[in-house]
């Protein structure tokens, strides 16, 4: 009996991968050639000097409140704060929210902006662990400390949300590094169209680039086949991923590396919500709050602004960071279950969400099953060899195509990277992903599933990035 | 001769700059943003320098306060050129110790006239 | 099961040609990349050389049309068109007359009013922006004939925008005004900028008293949405219009139950130096009114001090930190009363005029 379940299984499993696969690779093909359609209607509709013509009213923009969460980022925190204090924009203030660190993120502050103590009352208008001081800067007017206790990422935001003076946030990484203008680019679209109230920049991976005053002044592929690895990864995620999500109105995450919100909604949802992925767990929410409210809304993504980030150039960074994130994205998923399959949240929860669940959380299991299926058919002689060499032939070159497509549209719409050594390079990635990158994600990602129950931030080595030439 | 900076991201700025001016015997340099001109200001040294104020790394009157800071250049003169203006912006420029603030659309006669009777003040030693 | 697929004939023959499919696409894709790489690096260099061609001809040639090669592709009207915008912007006199002349010399107004009716969207939309970036006069005609037979909500709002770089009369403006209304309102940056640009054409032809009668006549228009009129009034605030201040005080009175509109007046009169209305706004029933009248009252009307006390214990958290901010500027007598307020038994009054304190402090 036992037997015939097993053969049962594996035979289920086979169909199963099958059109998982067929799933994935078609829904990536139609999210490119949404993003092309868009990207293409963007290049007619914003041209330089309309572009400029925009930005160039001073009058017109909203103010805007910067909030970032630090712990424990001694090393990097002043360099970040001073390339913040430096961005285009007419009126902002930076939150800095010292989330209890333990090494002297404090006093590195306290010394290098000469922080004093600011009597503000705070409204307190979404939860968070206790603040124990604000400060502000003397020689800076818009910079503004909080001191609290350890409370996680979300919880930091939050403190930052309660003291911010201005309507619009943007949350970022205490190591994301800001174009000048991507605040401008960002909130100006808050002023084009009332309906906005959160949207995402692209995150640009850092490595490999040389930085001058704190600007990017020249773009470049890392050195290493992991940092590259993730510049492939992150151009498909972003330009095809999230600018075809866009168009299914079914955008779910919008980084925490950098995202820009209106505050009235945000604490209309009470926060964020103290949990590993807070960013997709608050998008999410605010899908089903609007839609529960009969609210018209839009959340966007524009690939105009650009974050830069760094990648992690070590494995087991890497891992852990996949690690997060894959639990974030289940954690986000289990709090909001009503939104699954739920016709009455449209678009958002039958299209967004299901690939959420079919795609990103079943796949590896799925993936694994067909994996471990191999042995098992070859163990009954009932592997099938031509059907498995022809079927990861297909899925090996379909992969390729929709990667090579993925760096298409960058390099039609943006044209950062500028060497065809660098091109090249990125295509080769496009191949090399299904060597061993892929099927270690894989391996982390199931590795998260099972042991999701631990909660913890992680920590990541910061590679101080100083006014460095390119190295080699 | 006299020497003009201008210092605009706009190319055709430039090229219309340097054909007018340069037409009425002054040696003209340009440049496309902030850090580029301050430190061309430093180098050429010259005597007036036409600033926009819309420009990507910098704006004007940041390149403004920075001339003023540097003491290689704070003795020279500053027109701000731009299509800004509001109120706001022109207090801000004087306030920064610029010497005249033209809004674009300009009249490039009226401007070179402009340019001709203010070196020639600002020449006597 | 998957047998039978597997065991159908032509089932390998399909996967192996998807494969090879797929493997020549990839190839294809590489190859296309790069060449999309050198013709747009290529076009680029065109583009700026043509660019640059156009701008030293307009100065040395009587005659630029004679110098430049007419425009074919698209690349080059385009190349053109951005050169002669950027002249037009930036310069008039003898320069902007003649990139006026190359437009019509080299018949790329024409074109652009043709592409105004292509198919796309998108496309029709851009000819329209780079159409209005020219503000030819002759083109006001044309913006308002594509407008009537224009489907698309997009496009209008463009061709609008060309039209209020164009607007002179205070009767055009209200058409304007009117066209305006009848499409679902933007967001108030677009509504404002479209007056700004009208307030700034009439200030650089000395016309601003056109739209003094344009503010007095759309008091009582019902054809035009009250967040449109709001947004004239702070496009007034914004470009210094003073030939609209006299009619102002009759918005305030007239909309009493519209606060944004009533913000925007005090506004834009106490950038002018004219603070009548602060007292009555400072006893305003909505909270942002009285906000607003509070950025003001520090200099006009610190003897009303005990009703901005008051204000210390308003249900609003805006308004308690603003009342004590305008105390702490005002010094003084205020400033004393602030310090009681210091040590008040109303906690919240107390927080606020303790941090008004510290940020009057020299």
Redesign the interface.
């Known amino acids: 009996m036992k037997l015939f379940l097993l053969w049962l299984a594996v035979h289920a499993s086979q169909y199963v991968i099958f059109l998982y696969f067929l799933a994935v690779n078609t829904t990536y093909t139609a999210l490119i050639f949404l993003a092309l359609r868009d990207i293409v209607r963007h290049a007619y509709l914003t041209t330089a000097r309309v572009a400029r013509r925009q930005l160039a009213s001073e009058h017109y923009f909203k103010p805007v409140t910067v909030i970032v969460p630090a712990h424990n980022e001694a090393a990097v925190i002043t360099q970040s704060v001073q390339a913040l204090l430096n961005l285009h924009y007419p009126e902002y203030e930076v939150i800095v929210v010292n989330d209890g660190s333990t090494d002297n993120t404090l006093a590195r502050l306290k010394e290098d902006f000469k922080l004093v103590s600011s009597i503000k009352p705070v409204r307190l208008q979404v939860p968070h662990e206790d603040i124990q001081a604000v400060y502000r800067s003397a020689d800076y007017a818009n910079l503004i400390v909080i001191d609290k206790l350890n409370g996680g990422k979300a919880d930091a935001i939050n403190a930052g949300i309660n003291v911010s003076s201005y309507p619009i946030f943007c949350s970022i990484d205490a190591d994301s590094l800001l174009e000048p203008d991507a605040l401008l680019k960002s909130s100006k679209l808050f002023l084009e169209d009332d309906e906005l109230i959160a949207t995402g920049g692209i995150i640009r991976i850092l490595n490999g680039c040389t930085i001058k005053d704190g600007a990017v002044t020249e773009i470049g592929l890392p050195r290493t086949t992991l940092e590259a690895l993730q510049v492939l990864e992150y151009t498909r995620a972003f330009l095809s991923g999230r600018t075809g999500w866009n168009a299914l109105k079914s955008l779910l995450i919008i980084s925490g590396a950098f995202g820009v919100f209106r505050k009235d909604i945000v604490v209309a949802v009470n926060g964020y919500r103290k949990t590993v992925g807070e960013d997709m767990d608050l998008v999410m929410r605010l899908h089903r709050h609007c839609r529960d409210h009969k609210i018209p809304y839009k959340i966007l993504f524009v690939p105009d602004p650009v974050c830069w980030t760094q990648a992690p150039f070590k494995l087991g960074m890497l891992l852990k960071q996949r690690n997060r994130w894959h639990r974030g994205m289940i954690d986000a998923l289990l709090a909001n279950k009503a939104m699954i399959l739920n016709p009455k949240y449209g678009a958002t929860s039958l299209v967004g969400i299901s690939y959420f669940i079919f795609v990103e959380f079943l796949g590896p299991l799925i993936e694994l099953f067909g994996y471990v299926s191999i042995p098992i058919l070859y163990y009954f002689d009932m592997l099938n060899t031509r059907f498995l060499v022809m079927l990861i032939l297909l899925a090996v070159f379909w992969g390729i195509s929709i990667n090579i497509g993925a760096v298409f549209l960058d390099i039609y719409n943006f044209r950062r990277y500028k060497k065809t050594s660098d091109i090249l390079r990125l295509c080769v990635m496009s191949a090399m992903e299904f060597f061993g990158y892929r099927q270690i994600m894989l391996f982390e990602r199931l590795l998260a599933t099972l042991t999701f129950r631990k909660k913890h931030w992680g920590t990541q080595d910061r590679q101080v990035f100083e006014n460095k030439e390119k190295t080699a | 001769m006299a020497k003009i900076l201008i210092i605009d991201d706009d190319e055709t700025i430039h090229l219309i700059g340097v054909a007018y001016l340069g037409k009425a015997g002054y040696e003209v340099q340009t440049s496309f943003d902030g850090p580029e001109g301050l430190e061309k200001a430093v180098a050429f040294q010259p005597d007036l320098v036409l600033l926009d104020i819309n420009m990507p790394k910098m704006s004007g009157f940041d390149v403004a306060k920075k001339l003023r800071e540097n003491e290689a250049t704070r003795h020279i003169p500053i027109f701000i050129m731009t299509s800004l203006k509001q109120d706001s912006n022109i207090q801000r420029g004087y306030g920064l110790g610029i010497d005249d603030y033209i809004t674009k659309p300009t009249n490039m006669a009226h401007l070179k006239l402009k340019i001709d009777k203010f070196l020639e003040k600002h020449k006597q030693p | 099961?998957?047998e039978f697929l597997?065991q159908s004939p032509h089932f390998?023959d399909y996967?192996?040609a998807?494969?090879l499919f797929?493997?020549v696409?990839?190839a294809c894709?590489?190859l296309?990349?790069?060449y999309?790489?050198t013709k747009?690096e290529r076009s680029e260099l065109r583009r700026?050389n043509l660019?640059?061609l156009a701008?030293?001809a307009?100065?040395?040639a009587t005659n630029p049309a004679d110098l430049l090669p007419p425009p074919v592709t698209e690349d080059e009207f385009a190349a053109y068109s951005?050169?002669i915008?950027?002249?037009?912007?930036?310069?008039?006199?003898?320069?902007?007359v003649k990139a006026c002349q190359l437009l019509t010399d080299l018949k790329i107004d024409d074109h652009y009013r043709r592409l105004a009716r292509h198919r796309t969207w998108?496309?029709r939309?851009?000819a329209i922006?780079i159409l209005s970036?020219f503000r030819l006069n002759d083109n006001k005609a044309f913006f308002l004939d594509i407008f009537r037979s224009e489907p698309s909500t997009d496009v209008k709002y463009r061709i609008l925008y060309g039209l209020s770089r164009l607007t002179r009369e205070h009767a055009e403006i209200r058409e304007l005004a009117e066209l305006l209304s009848t499409l679902p309102y933007?967001?108030?940056?677009?509504t404002?900028?479209i007056f700004?640009n009208i307030i700034?054409t009439l200030?650089a032809e000395g016309k601003e008293e056109e739209f003094g009668l344009f503010m007095k006549e759309l008091l009582d228009d019902k054809l035009v949405l009250n967040l449109v009129k709001r947004d004239c009034i702070t496009a007034c605030h914004?470009?210094?219009c003073e030939r609209g201040r006299g009619v102002l005080k009759q918005y305030y009175e007239a909309h009493a139950h519209e606060p944004e509109i009533q913000i925007a007046a005090v506004k834009a009169l106490a950038k002018m130096g004219d603070f009548a209305l602060i007292p009555q706004a400072l006893r305003h029933a909505d909270w942002r009114v009285r906000l607003t009248a509070l950025k003001y009252a520090d200099l006009c009307c610190m003897d009303m001090l005990p009703e901005i006390r008051g204000l210390l214990r308003d249900p609003s958290?805006h308004v308690r930190?603003a009342a004590g901010m305008t105390m702490a500027r005002a010094g003084g007598a205020a400033r004393a009363a602030l310090k009681e307020e210091a040590s008040s038994q109303d906690k919240?009054a107390a927080?606020?005029a303790?941090?008004a304190l510290?940020q009057g402090a020299a």
Request: hydrophobic letters at 45%.
């Open positions: 099961m998957l597997t390998y996967v192996t998807g494969v797929l493997g696409f990839n894709e590489i296309f990349l790069l999309n790489k747009v700026g660019k640059r701008s030293t307009l100065i040395t951005e050169a915008a950027s002249v037009l912007d930036s310069f008039e006199g003898e320069v902007a998108y496309k939309g851009n922006d970036s933007l967001t108030a940056k677009y404002e900028d700004f700034s200030k914004a470009a210094s958290y930190l919240f927080a606020a303790a941090y510290t």
